[in-house]
T-cell receptor, first 111, second 116 residues
Framework: LAKTTQPISMDSYEGQEVNITCSHN???????ITWYQQFPSQGPRFIIQ???TKVTNEVASLFIPADRKSSTLSLPRVSLSDTAVYYC????????????FGQGTTLQVKP | GAVVSQHPSRVICKSGTSVKIECRSL??????MFWYRQFPKQSLMLMAT?????????EQGVEKDKFLINHASLTLSTLTVTSAHPEDSSFYIC????????????FGQGTRLTVV
């Protein structure tokens, strides 16, 4: 399973767009990139998954360059409730369960 | 989305006793479930893979005799922390995925174990 590297923490203000970048230099051809969100004392929650280029859903966008060695999670117009830890994971297709979590990025949204 | 439920959400036990944590997939069947442990300010660490009808697979460094896992049905996996000690105090989280479902894993709400 490819190792991921993310910033340990980020600060933002309400209403701003937040971009969290993740490095995964050793990503394999069949690996997908998945992001999870975790609030204190709760289990992680799936945000978005992508393989290449751009993926968008109702909560976020995921940008993946052609070499796929990094990815950027974009959260539009964050609110205080987006304060959480965000994890970037890389795993093969079909491997939705055995997940290896990195350190994650603690996002603090300020008023 | 699918729902995974854990019980209890928090438990306090005395040192030397055993504690059982349940993980249920409420609206789907899960042949495989996963157990994680998370210490304060740290990331989730995979402990073991729970396989319905067969033995669990433990990650390196996880004591299988201390963390007993039973996956007797397609919707229930249990983790028993035997002879618990204060250093076992942690946040335990389970997850499951739908067969032929979407890309996401569904996590339980977690169980806060405190051993006193």
């Amino acid at each position: 399973l490819a190792k991921t590297t993310q910033p340990i923490s980020m600060d933002s203000y309400e209403g701003q767009e937040v971009n969290i970048t993740c490095s995964h230099n050793n990503i394999a051809t069949n690996d997908y990139i998945t992001w999870y969100q975790q609030f204190p004392s709760q289990g992680p929650r799936f945000i978005i998954q992508g393989y290449k280029t751009k993926v968008t859903n109702e909560v976020a966008s995921l940008f993946i360059p052609a070499d796929r060695k990094s990815s950027t999670l974009s959260l539009p117009r964050v609110s205080l409730s987006d304060t959480a830890v965000y994890y970037c994971l890389v795993a093969g297709s079909g491997n939705t369960g055995k997940l290896i979590f990195g350190q994650g990025t603690t996002l603090q949204v300020k008023p | 989305g699918a729902v995974v439920s854990q019980h209890p959400s928090r438990v306090i036990c005395k040192s030397g006793t055993s504690v059982k944590i349940e993980c249920r997939s409420l609206d789907f069947q899960a042949t495989t479930m996963f157990w994680y442990r998370q210490f304060p300010k740290q990331s989730l660490m995979l402990m073991a893979t729970s396989n319905e009808g067969s033995k669990a697979t433990y990650e390196q460094g996880v004591e299988k005799d201390k963390f007993l896992i039973n996956h007797a049905s397609l919707t229930l996996s249990t983790l028993t922390v035997t002879s618990a000690h204060p250093e076992d105090s942690s946040f335990y989280i389970c997850s499951a995925s739908q067969v032929l479902g979407g890309p996401e894993a569904f996590f339980g709400q977690g169980t806060r174990l405190t051993v006193v």
